[in-house]
């Protein structure tokens, strides 16, 4: 299957052989990459969700601490 993808490059000139082989380094370079740079942002993310949620579950505890305040100083 693999010599059915490469045909369409049988009869090319060298120098285009060359280009080509250059240009599928460097795209295989800049899939990895992007693969790197995929994975780098998706550990971001679920940090930051991770830190969304303390801060949430800070304001919440806060929030109810500030209640019962409120409660105690009404009553």
């Known amino acids: 299957m693999s010599w059915a993808v490469e045909e369409w490059k049988d009869g ?3 120098k285009a052989l060359q280009k080509i082989q250059e240009m599928e380094i460097q795209l295989d370079k800049l ?3 992007r ?4 994975f780098q942002l998706d550990s971001l993310e679920a940090a930051l969700q991770k830190q969304k949620q303390k801060v949430s579950f800070h ?3 806060a929030g109810r601490v500030c209640d019962v305040d409120t409660f105690v100083r009404v009553t």
């Open 35 to 38: 693969t790197q740079k995929q």
């Open 31 to 33: 899939k990895k990459e």
């Open 12 to 14: 090319l000139p060298g």
């Open 59 to 61: 304001s919440e505890r």
